[in-house]
């Protein structure tokens, strides 16, 4: 062969390795000079993911409406830098604990263990810098999963034990996001991770959630004091604004003057999820009636924290320019109860060296009438 015919042959091999690693771009660079990147994933069925090893960000989500046009459902940012302003954790991996420890101290095997107060009091998200705020190992599927991969060193943030963290993301061709959560240690520890996605199914910096219908496979909450935290009672939701056993839109009963909602600015409490076996099972519904679009959550987790982005205010802009006002977006974080490790008749987040945390979410889209 001559060096004439192998032209032809070099563009078709390079444009092919272009194209398998064409899903991976440069989004930034950390303060200390560390490349960030960020992996698209597409399904076959043109849904598309975008996740940054910052964080392990899920950076937009675009999926169909009706219609079969894609919109971007989850709030963030175009650009790197304004992941490290303070956090409000969009599309985050929330971890070593994901919601709030009281008096941020826990007692394990006898020892007190001491985090940072970055909530009033409290701890919240794993502290000062979880895992929101790290740069995670990249490990790409197909093009339609990505592994990250990140050692939380003995003493991080106050927690014992050496954990080793993987997450997966895997977008299926049935538009569906699953989020596989695995961890292991190497001393007793605590941990609960979860994906802090903000979604607004008629799209990002579309107006408020209100008008979004909800449904909970919850009979029961945790009631919280004025800083978020379980009082320890397991509350039943009938004949209150948390009960969502039957579709309800999230801002009919908001605004009501229900002592719990009051303390919560609004929806931000952990739901207990009625569940058989340990398997996937449905824990919410979203419906929004303009675009069509559909979300349901299932998860192995007891609980979820449904919250209503009672903190947004209208300063932070992000993706095209959009102004993310109060409650333009609804998170569910699916994750053991808050502050668990002090109590313990709640289901235990402790893990051991030995075992395997394993845990998995699923994301599913679809669109209805
Ligand atoms: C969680 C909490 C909220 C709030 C957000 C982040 O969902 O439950 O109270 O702290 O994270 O702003």
Redesign the pocket.
């Known amino acids: 062969m001559t060096t004439r015919n192998l032209i032809p042959l070099i563009i078709v091999l390079t444009l092919m390795t272009t194209n398998c690693s064409s899903n991976r771009r440069e989004f930034g660079k950390t303060p200390s000079g560390e490349s960030v990147e960020l992996y698209t994933l597409k399904s076959a069925t043109g849904v598309e993911a975008a996740i940054s090893t910052y964080g392990g960000v899920v950076v937009s989500l675009k999926v169909p409406d009706r219609a079969g046009a894609l919109g971007d459902i989850v709030l963030g940012f175009d650009d790197f830098r304004s992941y490290l302003l303070p956090?409000?954790?969009f599309g985050a991996i929330v971890g070593r604990y994901g919601?709030?420890i009281a008096h941020a101290a826990f007692t394990l095997d006898g020892v007190e263990y001491k985090l940072a107060k970055n909530?009033g009091d409290n701890s919240?998200?794993g502290g000062t810098r979880g895992f929101d705020k790290v740069l995670w190992k990249a490990k790409p599927g197909n093009g339609q999963s990505l592994e990250l991969t990140y050692l939380s060193k003995d003493g991080e943030e106050g927690f014992p034990g050496n954990l080793s963290v993987t997450v997966v993301y895997t977008l299926a061709d049935n538009n569906e996001l699953k989020i596989d959560y695995t961890a292991t240690t190497d001393k007793d520890t605590v941990l609960n991770l979860t994906n802090?996605s903000y979604f607004n199914l008629a799209g990002q910096g579309e107006g408020d959630i209100l008008a979004h219908q909800l449904t909970l496979n919850a009979d029961r909450y945790t009631p919280v004091d004025k800083g978020?935290i379980p009082t320890g009672e397991l509350r039943s939701v009938e004949g209150t604004p948390l009960d969502f056993r039957q579709p309800h839109a999230i801002g009919e009963r908001i605004g009501s003057g229900d002592e719990q909602m009051v303390l919560g600015r609004g929806y931000?409490h952990n739901f207990i999820l009625n569940r058989t076996g340990d398997g996937l099972s449905l824990a919410a519904k979203v419906t929004e009636a303009k675009s069509g679009r559909v979300l349901e959550v299932l998860t192995t987790e007891p609980a979820i924290?449904f919250?209503t982005g009672?903190?947004l205010d209208g300063t932070i802009r992000g993706k095209g320019g959009k102004v993310y006002g109060r409650r333009s977006a609804l998170?569910l974080?699916t994750q053991h109860y808050?502050d668990s490790p002090n109590h313990p008749a709640f289901p235990s987040t402790e893990l051991r060296p030995g075992a395997t945390y394993h845990t998995t979410t699923v994301y599913r889209f679809s669109t209805g009438s």
Do not use: A, K
């Open positions: 956090p409000p954790y919601n709030r909530d919240l998200h802090h978020l931000d924290q919250y009672n903190f998170c974080e808050p």
